[in-house]
């Protein structure tokens, strides 16, 4: 098994265990789809704006060049570059566990980065970007053949409710692609009312 996908199984699904372990059982089941059929609307030149009523997420994806595949459930969309390349993954997660911080949400919320961050170490990944606030965090990492990022944002007013970004990527695309990873992480939002 290559180091990328030890990254990848070590870091989009400690994530999930700890907060939907019910998604795990899910995860393989996708269906491919049009652009047309997602839920969102074109925006510029190149770009969608991609939202999830289910957990309240929206995020500017790439209009073109990959293959969009929507979760069994509505959690997550995957895009897969036309030769497999590039990975982007946005989903949604509930049930934040706040027993993990003495039933605090946003220290349990800094748990999970801090966990994510903690098995990309262990599987032999460069973290090069870490960075945990209350209401969201930032992960760069690389190993010699892929760069990753993953970014994930809790609501104030829902703060059991995630939403989160992954993407994956050759390094020597970086030039190319970091736009598009910066664009991307930039719009990544989570609007919830009240409970």
């Not at 996708?30 to 009523?53: C, R």
């Not at 209009?63 to 959690?75: H, I, K, M, N, Q």
């Not at 606030?133 to 059991?160: H, M, R």
């Amino acid at each position: 098994m290559a180091v990328g996908e030890i990254m990848h199984l070590l870091f989009r699904p400690v994530m999930l265990a700890l907060l939907v372990p019910s998604v795990i059982a899910h995860a393989g089941a996708q269906e491919a789809v049009g652009l047309e059929q997602l839920p969102g609307k074109p925006i510029d030149k190149g770009w969608f704006y991609y939202t999830n009523e289910r957990y309240g997420l929206s995020v500017e994806i790439p209009a073109s060049g990959f293959v969009y595949e929507l979760g069994e459930r509505g959690d997550e969309l995957t895009m897969t570059s036309q030769d497999g390349e590039q990975t982007i993954t946005v989903y949604g997660s509930q049930d934040v566990d706040p027993n993990l911080r003495g039933n605090n949400l946003t220290l349990a919320f800094a748990a999970l980065a801090e966990a994510q961050i903690d098995a990309m170490r262990l599987g032999g990944i460069e973290v090069t970007l870490e960075h945990i606030d209350p209401l969201w965090f930032e992960v760069g990492a690389t190993d010699a053949s892929y760069l990753y990022y993953q970014k994930g944002l809790i609501s104030a007013n829902c703060p059991t409710l995630t939403a989160n970004l992954w993407i994956k990527y050759p390094v020597e695309e970086h030039n190319a692609f970091d736009e598009v990873v910066r664009r991307m992480s930039k719009s990544l939002s989570m609007e919830c009312a009240a409970q």
